[in-house]
């Protein structure tokens, strides 16, 4: 007896959906072209062109991340368009890092079934933050995987690739006394969020109760986007003085300033120097967490740390703060290996 012919949409994947998704999302992606760009979205790969973006001798730089367990907080209030803005932004400021303008930037969006509006959104977040950091989205994947994904929850996943001149690459020149300069954050960023649900479940709270910490819903306040540190602190690059800078995420102060330390040095951080943020005051009392704990798992109100030659430190604070940046003077490298941390976060 013949078999009834089976498809690919009755196995749980529509091919349709995911060509209406890039149709959908061509304009987004359009608003992000750049010097460079030579293709569209729909092809087996993309294009970018090094000299048409003003490089002589270039180095690429690649970075990839994804946006960790924020993304069920967005899953479960269903308010996704900033996770985009995450995505890109974790990736770009990393690359920032190391001296390298972001060029651009692909992404994976997988999900369990394929809602064409749903990931519109989240994509056109994405290229909301590429816009927002210069780079052009010129790529990605969108899988509907039926059985790998329940109900209404996805994944992403981004790579950004940039570049610099050869010999322009960070850190360089890092030395006891040079200055400590940190960059507010927007908040939590994408880092902890394991650690700030737990504590939304232990408060017995629902995303949609006020946020004991600001005047919005608890799930919109706790989503509020990676900032993109990328276009300040290029032009702080560019302006010269900069011997170094730490994207502060998953490890906080503690873990990742020290990684752009030379051997045999280390920094000594006033905390005195700025306030913590409503968000993480909240997250120290009701969590009872120490300060110890705060440091290594948040960026406690600063996601970035510039360091700065001492006779560069007050032009590139005052750079940072016309390109509308808020600076700490946070304290600087020192001869002892390790991170010393003086006063108390208040």
Known sequence: MKKNGLTYAEA???????????????????????????SGLG??????????AGYNDPILVAATDGVGTKLKIAIETGVVGSVGVDLVAMCVNDLVCQGAEPLFFLDYFATGKLEVDHAATVIEGIAQGC??????????????????YAGGDFDLAGFAVGAMERGRDLPKGIEPGDVLLGLASDGLHSNGFSLVRKVVEVEGLAWDAKAPFADAPLGEALLTPTRLYVRPLLTAIRAGGVAGLAHITGGGLTENLPRILPEG????IDLTAWRLPPVFRWLADAGGLTQAEMLKTFNAGVGMVVVAKA?????????????GETVYRLGSVTETPGMEYLGTLS
Do not use: W, Y
């Open 131 to 148: 816009e927002g950091s210069g780079c052009a989205l010129i790529g990605g994947e969108t899988a509907e995987m039926p059985g790998m």
């Open 43 to 52: 092809g087996f790969g993309a294009l970018f062109d090094l000299k048409a």
């Open 265 to 268: 040095t280390g920094a000594r």
């Open 12 to 38: 749980g994947v529509d091919i349709d959906a995911g060509n209406a998704l890039v149709e959908r999302i061509k304009p987004a992606a359009r608003q992000t072209r750049r010097a460079g760009t030579m």
């Open 311 to 323: 006779r560069d430190a007050g032009h590139i604070a005052d750079l940072l703060s016309g390109e």
